[in-house]
Structures are given as structure tokens and as C-alpha cells.
């Protein structure tokens, strides 16, 4: 998109941005109400809405931008009329729900979890109705998207955020014990406890000192492949998702024919470091422009280019056993802030070591190792991969083993 037409996005955004959204009757009470752009506007303007009332404090924020939908939804006005309309939809209402499923691994679980209401609002601009076509194909959402969430990096950088903390921690019932500082007061800003650190004893790391055994790289959902073209047969359907377009190297790319990809997704409640998934040496990065759509399953698995779109930065991982570096991929989403990497090119670093972290928002994390490493994923992350389901596992718990 050149300077020009981002800038007329940019300013029809805006417009779009002044139609009220305190008015419940402002929200549409009809599916046929939905494949007009007029509606697609008022949703973003919802969004920005609540973009702009997250840097101050107040509990009325943590029932809005920051909770979960399910609850949020009973809770609003216009949100509840737009609930009506949701409703209309019958089966496919069903399929699009406030959130998913998935297996925890520690304890076999299969557990129900929420979307963030601005998610919510993202996944039903996106794919409402089929007006989002032309919204997408003319760059609107887009700049929508783009606009919120580097407005929302900057909200959560002010002081006044931070009186969402205690909020925030008491909505999603995070533990304090695994904290470097759990004194919230500590915090200057709501994006400082966002990229919260933990105790270095706060994670395991499997088969630590072992160069044949590869970790998850955050507190995340993972689904793994043993070929990328598996990953796009059970879970990624964006049509341009290719190894090239998500790293945005052809030539790269070709490298890592046969090699194998696991997808790592952060929810906003989660320990937003990530780390090392191997013991190797930090390569170069490449960071990539991109848009913010929403990394939740529901838009992944449908014709949206979410992770060739996205905004992402690509770290190479060399490997002491092969000559072909694993690629680390940090990916950003709906209201993320920014990614930043907290290592140097050159250091040596172990299994489960700091790597980076993002801001505010959900991310994902794309890992790809070359077919040279020969890796093996766990049974249970296979399976439940092949079943469609994501599998809740923590920072340094093993993924995958190299075949030797």
C-alpha cells in the first residue's frame, strides 16, 4: 500500500471513528444489518472507542477492552444489542463463538477459553457478513487494525494504565507467586507488567544440557507439524501461506523443504516472554511490516492471511548439529504494541533462555526447523494437532525430540 492510500485510509478511519457508540440503538440488530459498511464502521469505532478509554484507570475498563468477552458481552448496551444480531445466525453463530477449546496438558483437561472482547470485535469485522471482502481488498480494515493497536502500545505505556493492573490480574485470576516482583505497585505502566519477568526457578526447563531436545518457547496454546504442508491442512487456511511469504524470503525458504513447524499462541493473560526453544547461537533478524489482525484459531483457520500479513520479525537460531539455522518467528496481533528482542547477534545461549518479549495483546510465536534436525514431536501435541485442538503448555516444557 503506497504512503498515499494509507494516509485516505487513515483519514476514513478517523471519520468513522466520530459515529457514537454509547448509544445501544447505534448497533445492529440484524445479520442483513451487517453486510453494510456503515455497520463494519460502527464496530470499529466501538473499537477505537475502547483503544482510547485503556489508559485510565477504573474497573469499568477491565469490563470492556481487557475481559473477556463472554462476561463483557451481558454487560454493555450496544454490545448486548449486537449479541441479538449474533444470535440470528443459527449454526454458524455456534462455530463462532466467544472463544475455543483446549487440551492442558499438565492435566489432560479439555478447558473452554474466552476471547478477549476486542478480539471479538475483530474476528466479526472481519468475517460478519461479507462486506469484509471489499473492506479487506480496499485497505479499511487494514489501517483500522493497524491504527488501534499502535494506539493502544502507546496507552499502555502511560502511567494511568497502571490501575489496571490489579483489575486485569483479578479478571484473569493470575498467580503472583511465580513473579520477579509481585508487588503490582512496582509496575510504572500497564505494559510494564504485560512483559512481567518470573523467578528464574518459575519454569522447568526439559531436558536442559540435552542439544537433542527442543522446548516451547512461552506460556502459550501450541499445535505442531511434522511438514508445513500438514500445517496448512489441519490448521493454518490462509491461501498465501507459504514458508516464503512468512518469512519473506523465497530463496530462505527453500531451505527447509520436509522441515517441521510448530505455532505457538499467546493469550493476553500469559507470561508474554519468550524464550530459546534449543541450546544455539542468535543469528540475524529481519523484521517485516505488517497489519494486526487477530491471531485467535477461529481467524487462522479460515482464508485470511493472518501470519503473512501480520507485522513479524524473524530471529535465525543456529544449531550446533545443523548447518541450516531453525527460525524463529514473533508474530504480532490484534493490540500488540511492539516486539522486542532482548539478545544480541552472536551470544550463545542455552535451552529456555530469554529471547524477547511482546507487549500488550495476543501474539504467536512460528517456529521451523530444518529437516537436517530430523525433529520428532511428542505424541500428544501430534494428536491433539491432527484433531484440531491447541495444547496449553508452559515455557520449557519439551516439544520434540531430534531422531538419533
Known amino acids: 500500500m503506497t504512503d498515499q492510500n494509507e494516509?485516505?485510509?487513515?483519514?476514513?478511519?478517523e471519520q468513522h471513528a466520530l459515529i457514537p457508540v454509547e448509544d445501544p440503538a447505534a448497533a445492529p440488530d440484524t445479520?442483513?444489518?451487517y453486510h453494510k459498511e456503515g455497520d463494519h464502521a460502527r464496530l470499529s469505532s466501538a473499537l477505537s472507542s475502547l483503544v482510547s478509554k485503556s489508559a485510565s484507570s477504573g474497573e469499568s475498563v477491565m469490563l470492556n477492552l481487557l475481559a473477556p468477552a463472554t462476561g463483557v458481552i451481558k454487560k454493555s448496551g450496544w454490545l448486548d444489542m449486537a449479541k441479538n444480531a449474533f444470535s440470528v445466525m443459527g449454526n454458524y453463530a455456534d462455530s463462532w463463538n466467544y472463544g475455543n477449546y483446549v487440551i492442558v496438558r499438565k492435566t489432560g483437561e479439555k478447558k473452554w477459553e474466552s476471547m478477549p472482547l476486542y478480539a471479538r470485535i475483530g474476528m466479526h469485522l472481519l468475517f460478519v457478513g461479507r462486506a469484509e471482502r471489499t473492506l479487506l481488498e480496499d485497505g479499511y480494515l487494514h489501517t483500522v487494525f493497524k491504527k488501534e493497536s499502535?494506539?493502544?502500545?502507546l496507552n499502555f505505556e502511560s502511567p494511568a494504565s497502571a490501575a489496571n493492573i490489579p483489575h486485569f490480574v483479578s479478571v484473569y485470576k493470575l498467580p503472583l507467586e511465580d513473579l520477579l516482583e509481585p508487588d503490582l505497585t512496582k509496575y510504572k505502566n500497564f505494559n510494564d507488567f504485560f512483559a512481567r519477568r518470573l523467578k528464574p526457578d518459575a519454569r522447568t526447563i526439559e531436558g536442559k544440557g540435552d542439544e537433542t531436545v527442543f522446548t516451547s518457547p512461552a506460556d502459550c496454546r501450541c499445535t505442531v507439524?511434522?511438514?508445513?504442508?500438514?500445517?496448512t491442512q489441519?490448521?493454518?487456511k490462509g491461501k498465501k501461506f507459504t514458508l516464503g511469504n512468512l518469512i519473506d524470503d523465497d530463496e530462505l525458504a527453500k531451505k527447509y523443504a520436509g522441515g517441521n513447524i510448530g505455532l505457538f499462541r499467546l493469550a493476553p493473560q500469559d507470561y508474554h516472554r519468550f524464550h530459546s526453544p534449543a541450546d544455539c547461537t542468535i543469528g540475524t533478524v529481519?523484521?517485516?511490516?505488517?497489519?494486526y489482525y487477530t491471531v485467535n484459531p477461529m481467524a487462522v483457520q479460515e482464508d485470511l492471511n493472518v501470519f503473512t500479513e501480520n507485522k513479524r520479525s524473524v530471529m535465525q537460531l543456529h544449531h550446533p548439529r545443523s548447518s541450516t539455522p531453525i527460525l524463529f518467528v514473533a508474530i504480532g496481533a490484534l493490540l500488540v504494541g511492539s516486539i522486542e528482542w532482548t539478545v544480541k547477534e552472536g551470544k550463545e545461549v542455552g535451552k529456555g533462555s530469554e529471547l524477547g518479549c511482546f507487549k500488550y495483546g495476543g501474539s504467536t510465536v512460528i517456529v521451523v526447523w530444518p529437516e537436517e534436525l530430523g525433529v520428532e514431536f511428542d505424541k500428544d501435541l501430534v494428536e491433539n494437532s491432527i484433531s484440531?485442538?491447541?495444547t496449553v503448555v508452559e515455557v520449557g516444557n519439551r516439544v520434540g525430540t531430534m531422531k538419533v
Open 234 to 236: 489441519y490448521w493454518v
Open 286 to 291: 529481519h523484521d517485516i511490516p505488517g497489519t
Open 388 to 390: 484440531r485442538m491447541e
Open 225 to 231: 507439524f511434522q511438514t508445513i504442508d500438514l500445517a
Open 31 to 33: 445479520l442483513t444489518d
Open 150 to 153: 499502535v494506539q493502544s502500545g
Open 7 to 13: 494516509q485516505k485510509q487513515m483519514e476514513k478511519a
